[in-house]
Structures are given as C-alpha cells and as structure tokens.
T-cell receptor, first 113, second 116 residues
Framework: GESVGLHLPTLSVQEGDNSIINCAYSNSASDYFIWYKQESGKGPQFIIDIRSNMDKRQGQRVTVLLNKTVKHLSLQIAATQPGDSAVYFCAENYDQGAQKLVFGQGTRLTINP | GAVVSQHPSWVICKSGTSVKIECRSLDFQATTMFWYRQFPKQSLMLMATSNEGSKATYEQGVEKDKFLINHASLTLSTLTVTSAHPEDSSFYIC????????????FGPGTRLTVT
C-alpha cells in the first residue's frame, strides 16, 4: 500500500554544518511532496514543497531533491542553526482528488553546539 | 496569513466523557479541513477529511461514531471524541486547505488530549 518512510530516525550534526534528511516513498503516482518541521508540542510547520515535474527546489537555506526513478526525496539544510533542531517529516499527496497526505515516520534532527 | 488555530491547546478528561476540539481558519476560508492524530514519537495519521456542509470522510479503522466531526462553516470544524478512553489520549492536529490552493495544508498547533 501507499507509505512514506524515512531512512534514519535520528540525525545529529554540528552547528554550522549541512544536514541531509532522506525519505522514501512508495506511490509512484504521487505528484506533490512536502517537508514539514515539527517542534515538540506544536503542529507541523511547512518548510518546502516540490511537484513531481521538478527534481530540485531551493528555498532559504533548504533544498529539496526529488528522484522519481528510485522514489526518493531529500531535504538539505545548509549551515544548520540550533533552531533547526526538530523532527522533520516528509509527506506525499497520494490521493490527488481528496488532497490527502501520507506522512513519513519522521527524523529527529539535533544540532550540537 | 493562512493561520489555523485550535482550542483547547490541551485538555484532560475522565474516561467515559466526551470532549470537543475546535479548529478554526482565522484569515481564510477553508475548503477542506483534515483531522490527524499523533501518538508520542510517531508520525501523523490522517483520521478524517471534512468539507463544509457535508459529512466527513473517515480513514479506514477510524470509528466515525466515536470521532464526530462537524464542519458547519468555512472557518470552523470540530472534532468530538465521544466516550473517551485512555487509549484515545493523543495529540490531535487539524489542517485546512484554502480555496484556490488545494495542495497546501495549513496546520493548527494541535490539542493534547489526556484521558484519565
């Protein structure tokens, strides 16, 4: 069935370094993907999205890469800051008519000083 | 813009009672609202989708008679957990899509429900 998963449940990086968070999805028909950041006790916060007709999209300090051949999604965060510490979820839009999202299991990113 | 609020932010109730959670879009009209549940250290799981003025569509395994959803206006959806039990303790999060932008979901801050 449809599922979105993450390769690593936890990731620790030094402040200032770049981080890469990976995600695998299973529904090749999904046409929209989003990365969310969730801090403890809060709702998900939109970071960046990408449609299936693109393979790369850049935002402020973040880049999302989409590889449809292997159904892989990644989030790159440049020059990480303490405020980047959170759980990051990828999500895919698998039911275009209903605009439903399936979330991955999440990766906890910890920024070490 | 595109702010979604939830009320209450946390609630404690006794087993067997019902509790209502509100989800409001503050500065836009929400075509569709979604309700998610998130257990500790787990991902968000979609419970149901609601459109204003129509019955909610529940995901497989979610009891519609237990989780009552009402979407009475374009800015308000409510989730009522009926006859709550300790296993219903969770973080409930709503999201909304804006008319004309059906792809992006705006999430509320979540409601922590603890059933004792």
């Amino acid at each position: 069935g449809e599922s979105v998963g993450l390769h690593l449940p936890t990731l620790s990086v030094q402040e200032g370094d770049n981080s890469i968070i990976n995600c695998a999805y299973s529904n090749s028909a999904s046409d929209y993907f989003i990365w969310y950041k969730q801090e403890s006790g809060k709702g998900p916060q939109f970071i960046i999205d990408i449609r299936s007709n693109m393979d790369k999209r850049q935002g402020q300090r973040v880049t999302v890469l989409l590889n449809k051949t292997v159904k892989h999604l990644s989030l790159q965060i440049a020059a990480t800051q303490p405020g980047d510490s959170a759980v990051y979820f990828c999500a895919e839009n698998y039911d275009q008519g209903a605009q439903k999202l399936v979330f991955g299991q999440g990766t906890r990113l910890t920024i070490n000083p | 813009g595109a702010v979604v609020s939830q009320h209450p932010s946390w609630v404690i109730c006794k087993s067997g009672t019902s509790v209502k959670i509100e989800c409001r879009s503050l500065d836009f009209q929400a075509t569709t609202m979604f309700w998610y549940r998130q257990f500790p250290k787990q991902s968000l799981m979609l419970m149901a989708t609601s459109n204003e003025g129509s019955k909610a569509t529940y995901e497989q395994g979610v009891e519609k008679d237990k989780f009552l959803i009402n979407h009475a206006s374009l800015t308000l959806s409510t989730l009522t957990v009926t006859s709550a039990h300790p296993e219903d303790s969770s973080f409930y999060i709503c999201s909304a899509t804006q008319t004309g932008n059906l792809y992006e979901q705006y999430f509320g801050p979540g409601t922590r429900l603890t059933v004792t």
